[in-house]
């Protein structure tokens, strides 16, 4: 099962007794144990029958007590246990599994770990239980995740504005979270997040950031690429290389796969290939017009030179400031 369908079903009270969440993405499996905390049971009820239990101080004894504890006035009790990745052989719980207690509703959240899906607990899991593996999303999935998350809360977002905070952020989803809070505690149900929005209340430029450097660069525009290498290079701390150069190379992987799409008239097809918001095909376009595949493998090399340069590999002292004019220079007049 996956995050949305879910929380749908606990929306709907269908309750499992048996919830496992693993995997290296923690947001999902904190957001679905915290709806359970929050909505299964009464403010009356929780005194009683919600407990959270943490694993590296758990026996499976004592989650078994847990469990196995029947609810006091209410029709069901609630037990959450955080870190479960640190239970000692929590394979052995395989038997309370398949035979579940129907009255509790029994929470793991088993972070930066997968359990072996070979044996008896998985097996069991699959019959009695909800299992979730939370993966990381890709970078290229942030955009629209961030989109369909803000949707949920009546709220768009201009998709250069949800490139920003990509590019800002990566694909931690949690700190994802964080900055948007920032920007939709002052927006009202039904408008939008603009790039204008994200500069005033993350601090992102809307002009210097690396969505702005590789448009720059797909449009040969000199002057513009400058402008935003020597910001870069003035705030190197907030701008390191080798995020530029990962950001660069990122981009550049994309325009050979747009150089080799045979039919480009159907853009949400290419948009799905270049896992971009069609909003961008466009920068696509005119970046294959400046930039042959020849050229665009000729640059991604290069830019592993340039990586290799910053950490020391080819020896020099060429500041990494320097590096960055040389790389942008080369690009712009391949």
């Known amino acids: 099962m996956d995050y949305s369908q879910i929380i749908a079903d ?59 504890r029947f609810p006091m006035m209410a029709e069901r009790q609630v037990v959450v246990i955080r870190e479960a990745q640190n239970i000692k052989n929590i394979e052995d719980l395989a038997p309370y599994v398949e035979k579940p207690m129907r009255s509790t509703i029994l929470v793991f959240n088993y972070k930066y770990k997968t359990i072996d899906k070979r044996k008896k607990l998985y097996k069991a899991l699959q019959k009695n239980g909800v299992f979730l593996e939370s993966k990381p999303l890709y970078e290229n999935q942030v955009p629209a995740w961030i989109s369909k998350y803000l949707k949920e ?44 929005d994200v500069e005033k209340n993350i601090g992102i430029s809307k002009e210097f950031n690396t969505f702005e450097l590789t448009n720059a660069l797909g449009n040969k525009d000199i002057l513009k ?50 896992g971009v918001n069609p909003f961008f095909i466009s920068d696509y376009s005119n970046a294959a017009r400046n930039y042959s595949l020849d050229k665009a493998v000729l640059i991604i090399s290069m830019m592993r030179e340039y990586d290799l340069r910053s950490k020391g590999a080819r020896g020099g002292s060429t500041s990494n400031g320097d590096l960055l004019k040389e790389l942008v220079f080369k690009i712009l007049h391949l």
């Open 10 to 68: 606990l929306k709907n009270k269908n309750y499992s007794p048996v919830y496992f969440f693993e995997g290296e993405e923690p947001f999902f499996m904190d957001r679905i144990s915290d709806f359970i905390l929050e909505n299964v049971l009464t403010e009356d009820e929780k005194g009683f029958n919600q407990t959270i239990l943490y694993g590296k101080d758990l026996s499976l004894d004592s989650i078994m007590t847990a469990a196995k």
């Open 153 to 196: 809360k009546n709220l768009g977002i201009d998709p250069r504005a949800a490139q920003m905070i990509t590019d800002f952020v990566g694909s931690d989803l949690q700190r994802i979270v964080n900055e948007l809070e920032k920007v939709t505690i002052s927006l009202v149900p039904g408008t939008s997040i603009m790039p204008e």
């Open 225 to 274: 690429s400058n402008r935003i290498i020597n910001y870069f290079i003035d705030n190197e701390k907030q701008h390191p290389l080798t995020v530029i150069i990962g950001m660069l190379v990122t981009y550049f992987r994309k325009l050979l796969i747009y150089h080799s799409i045979e039919n480009k008239s159907d853009r949400t097809v290419v948009a799905q290939k270049l």
